[in-house]
């Protein structure tokens, strides 16, 4: 979740009642029809097993209860949404060597004594859908038991959670440390089903610049988190290739710089300490990191994260939960044996029905890696027709929030991390978190406030006419 979600929305659906009777079932011929058309459509993946795409899914946000019809825009994922998406996420990839789901599984304003049976029921749900593979989880700002943000420390909610996903994550002794690790923090190593590669989970969302850490019992989360990840970065093994997996990316928040500040100040997602020091663990070239995944923005894009020490790709995963005027989606990658993304596909719920949206080779990307993005960044600002692809393929088919009139601030934000290198890069002058137009504006209005409150105290302060 991006500081966007600060604006009036529509609130989500009324929660499920963990005490009312449960949501039913779809009816099992459904499940069979479905079961079977994955199974022609995915033979030629089943074949060759090994090749087989990987599937990235990312706030779901959750809301449990009855449902007719999937979530409209403006609303989180209902039971129905979350149904129709894990059979199409089956009928694409109907066995995914892995599934990354890159954290916010609960819907907004869920009831904090419904965070633990929800996620419990999202881990049943998922593991029926997917009994083979072998699944990574982060947590979200959302995912909390004592408000947004909140993510708590240790304590019974995350030992629940780590309980109910150790089976996923630790399928086939992957993450052998999963369930004492993600407790504590939210962090952990996993291996992937590939030869020397590794993935290491952060909980990020200490990080951000709306953190509270009010949560009983909590430490000093950020500063221990993050040493803990780059502790867990230290401890790879020469040669050995690792992913990245967190929340929130770090960088600057596009739209909420664009829409809600209008560029009267930049908003980042995380505090500068907090970026910087993910930053230089993840582009140490002893940590060999060769991409970072995140989630939140609710949209399909892509980031590069670099500094003095190196540079690394991140992919930024499109969200479930349509609240914010996407089209529902999920994505399906390409993985190559040297772990580079070949290929990311988009899948997005359009008019009621699930397309293939598009992919990373519609945008003439042939790898991701940094290289073809530094590419790509060309193209895309010399080409409007390229940029509008991108658009829709941004937003998952939904309303567009990259437009001709802003695209820039949205380009700016690929590669230029830091609230200064952002402000250089859009034209906005300035420094900081606020930009000259914003200080112009605060200096105009500090100095209408003073001119009125003068006012205010001559009038007062003024000998009063004496009547005879």
């Keep these: 979740m991006t500081l966007r979600k600060t604006r009036a929305a529509k609130p989500p659906d009324p929660p499920f009642k963990i005490g009312a009777a449960k949501p039913p079932d779809p009816p099992r011929w459904r499940v069979a029809a479905l079961v079977f058309a994955a199974s022609l459509a995915g033979a030629p993946a089943a074949a060759r097993a090994a090749q087989a795409p990987w599937l990235a899914i990312s706030d779901v946000h959750y809301g449990p209860g009855p449902s007719r019809r999937p979530s409209r825009f403006g609303k989180d994922t209902n039971f129905s949404l979350l149904l129709t998406m894990l059979a199409e996420a089956r009928l694409v990839d109907p066995n995914p060597p892995v599934v990354l789901l890159s954290g916010d599984f609960l819907a907004h304003g869920l009831p904090d004594r419904d965070a633990t049976p929800t996620f419990v029921e999202l881990a049943r749900r998922f593991n029926e859908t997917f009994p083979h593979a072998q699944f990574l989880i982060t947590l979200g700002n959302n995912d909390s038991n004592c408000g947004d943000y909140q993510v708590p420390i240790d304590g019974p909610f995350l030992a629940a959670i780590a309980n109910a996903w150790e089976p996923l994550v630790n399928r086939r002794g992957a993450a052998p440390d999963f369930a004492k690790r993600f407790a504590h923090d939210g962090g952990y190593v996993a291996r992937l089903p590939l030869p020397g590669l590794r993935v290491v989970v952060a909980n990020d969302v200490v990080g951000s610049l709306r953190y509270g850490n009010s949560c009983a019992g909590q430490v000093d989360a950020p500063a221990e988190v993050i040493a803990g990840f780059r502790r867990d970065l230290d401890a790879g093994k020469a040669g050995e290739r ?132 530094e590419a790509l960044q060309g193209r895309l600002a010399r080409d409007p027709a390229l940029r509008a692809t991108f658009s829709r393929l941004y937003s998952g088919g939904g309303p567009p929030e990259i437009k001709p009139s802003n695209w820039r601030s949205y380009w700016c934000a690929v590669d230029n991390l830091s609230s200064t290198a952002y402000e250089r890069c859009t034209g906005q002058g300035g420094f900081s978190i606020i930009t000259e137009r914003g200080l112009l504006l605060a200096g105009f209005v500090a100095a209408l406030l003073a001119g009125l409150a003068g006012l205010f105290f001559f009038l007062r302060l003024r000998p009063k006419a004496v009547r005879p």
């Design 242 to 373: 690792t992913w990245v997996l967190f929340h929130i990316p770090p960088g600057i928040d596009a739209y909420s710089t664009t829409y809600l500040a209008h560029h009267l100040g930049i908003l980042p997602f995380l505090k500068p300490s907090a970026r910087e020091s993910l930053d230089a663990a993840i582009t140490d070239p002893r940590h060999g990191v060769t991409l970072a995944i995140a989630g939140h923005t609710h949209k399909f894009g892509f980031r590069i994260d670099s500094n003095g020490n190196g540079h690394v790709p991140m992919l930024l995963v499109p969200s479930v939960s349509p609240i914010f005027n996407n089209g529902p989606s999920f994505l399906t990658l390409d993985v190559a044996s040297d772990a580079t993304l070949n290929d990311a596909t988009e899948w997005s719920y359009v008019h009621r029905k699930w397309l293939r949206l598009g992919d990373l080779r519609a945008l003439g990307v042939a790898r991701f890696t940094v290289p073809e993005l």
